[in-house]
């Protein structure tokens, strides 16, 4: 059982890092620092964006229009710390 704690805590900690991954880029392109007409550039964003729409979708449904600010990838590093917090919490489960 100390296996199925330890493969969810590392998919969660490679969600929290694909998340933060696309936080920086989503900076560095609205700065100027990226360029979308880069292929590689590209080509990162839209698959970053593929993998996290259907978890930002829902998350944008239900958090009031707040122009062009985008709350969602918070609430979503929020969600996921409060599952770390779950889940270590009741560790004693997994064994």
Do not use: C, K
């Not at 229009?65 to 270590?88: K, Q, S, T």
């Amino acid at each position: 059982m100390t296996s199925i704690f330890q493969i969810l805590m590392l998919l969660l900690d490679v969600v929290w890092f694909i998340l933060i991954a696309h936080i920086i880029m989503s900076w560095l392109i609205n700065f100027q620092v990226l360029n979308l007409r880069q292929p590689l550039v590209a080509q990162l964003w839209y698959g970053l964006n593929r993998l996290l729409e259907p978890i930002y979708t829902p998350i944008r449904r239900i958090l009031p229009d707040m122009g062009g600010l985008d709350l969602a990838p918070l609430i979503v590093l929020l969600g996921i710390y409060a599952i770390r917090i779950v889940l270590i919490n009741n560790m004693a489960a997994f064994y």
